[in-house]
């Protein structure tokens, strides 16, 4: 069964740090991503990650502050969010896939598995 299981959400201060972690199981996926969703808000792409070339491509609203790693040895990705400000306050989910040839992408659609979401609160 193939599934994608997100942690490491959480209550934080703004200015705080949090490290949200993306275990696959079932498959490789040659993608990863995260995307998140606020109250009342669509889902927004936040980064995405090549796992052979470890290239990424961060939204502008988290570049610099959020980066993406990996654990090779146990198949997982990892978001550490840093300088957490109230407006990164969402829920976010991990999402994957397997097809190879397309760039990294930033739409829900470029991705075919999705983890449950982890709540990430960041209070002022």
């Known amino acids: 069964q193939v599934q994608l299981v997100e942690s490491g959400g959480g209550l934080v201060q703004a200015g705080g740090s949090l490290r949200l972690s993306c275990a696959a199981s079932?498959?490789?996926?040659?993608?990863y991503a995260w995307f998140r969703q606020a109250p009342g808000k669509e889902r927004e792409f936040v980064a995405a990650?090549?796992?052979?070339?470890?290239?990424?491509l961060y939204a502008d609203s988290v570049k610099g502050r959020f980066a993406i790693a990996r654990d090779n040895v146990k198949n997982t990705m990892f978001l550490q969010m840093n300088s957490l400000k109230p407006e990164d306050t969402a829920v976010y989910f991990c999402a994957a896939t397997a097809r190879v040839i397309q760039p990294l992408g930033t739409r829900e659609v470029d991705y075919d598995n999705w983890g449950q979401g982890t709540q990430v609160t960041v209070s002022s």
């Open positions: 990650f090549r796992w052979s070339s470890g290239s990424t």
């Open positions: 079932g498959r490789t996926f040659s993608k």
